[in-house]
Structure formats: C-alpha cells, structure tokens
C-alpha cells in the first residue's frame, strides 16, 4: 500500500517560532526548528488517536499508519530558512533583488510582491537542484 501525503504549511511567527500545520487537518505544531515544530506536530497527531481510540472517536485511517510529509513554506518563510544556510549577499545574486530588499522581506517590513515571490522560489530551486543529483 502507499504511503499517504500530508501537506504541511511551515510559517514563521514574529517572535521567531515556526508552525507547521497540516493543509486539509486540524493538527499543527510549534518549534524552534522546522523539525521540531514537524515533531510537536506528530505529537499532536499520536495523541489525538490514542484518545479517539480510548474513546471510540472516528478518525482517518491514514494518520494511524507511515505517512510522508511533503512541506511548503510561503515565501517569506523560504526565504528565512534560506537565510540560515546561505548568506544574502549570494541569494542576491541568485534572486537579482538587492540584499537590502532580501531583508526587508525576511524582517517582515515588506510584503514581496507575486514577480518577487517567483524570482526567490526559483532562485532557491536552481541553487538546491545541484545538491540532488548527488550520489554516494
């Protein structure tokens, strides 16, 4: 049998925390990390159905079994995770948007606009799609 796909939103809250919340689901979770706030989440999810199995609550079949979870950041968040591994001054010239701009969009001080938002998803694609041809 395959394997489900949940789709995870990850965001990052002003204080610095990051959320991850299931698209279609009620479950969400909250870290320092992307990982742990993955992690809280499947917390969530393995007490929700201890309790509706204790209870005799209905839930999905999928969340009880091996699920993959596929995230998708929003373009502000992207561009934060980006910026712990890569520094502006390079996804300026991946992007072609000053790095001034790059900060005010990572600090919130400005929304980028849709053209913006395209030209810093597919920045980060072209620098992430060498490192997954690579084999051991």
């Known amino acids: 049998m395959e394997k489900a796909k949940i789709k995870v939103l990850v965001e990052w809250a002003s204080d ?7 698209e ?7 870290g320092s990390t992307v990982d742990e706030a993955i ?6 999810i393995t007490l929700f159905i201890e309790t509706a199995k204790e209870k005799g609550f209905p839930y999905k079949d ?6 993959d979870i596929e995230l998708e950041y929003d373009a ?4 934060k995770y980006a910026r712990e591994y890569i ?5 300026a010239e991946l992007t072609g948007i000053q790095v001034q ?27 992430a ?8």
Do not use: C, H, W
């Open 129 to 136: 799609a060498p490192l997954y041809a690579i084999t051991l």
């Open 16 to 22: 610095g925390t990051i959320s991850a919340m299931m």
């Open 39 to 44: 992690k809280d989440m499947k917390a969530g």
């Open 76 to 79: 502000v968040s992207m561009l």
């Open 101 to 127: 701009q790059l900060a005010r969009y990572a600090n919130e001080k400005t929304k980028p606009r849709p053209a913006q938002r395209r030209r810093i998803v597919e920045a980060l694609r072209k620098f």
């Open 62 to 67: 999928y969340l009880d079994g091996d699920f």
């Open 24 to 30: 279609n689901e009620l479950f969400a979770g909250m």
């Open 87 to 91: 520094k502006d001054t390079k996804l």
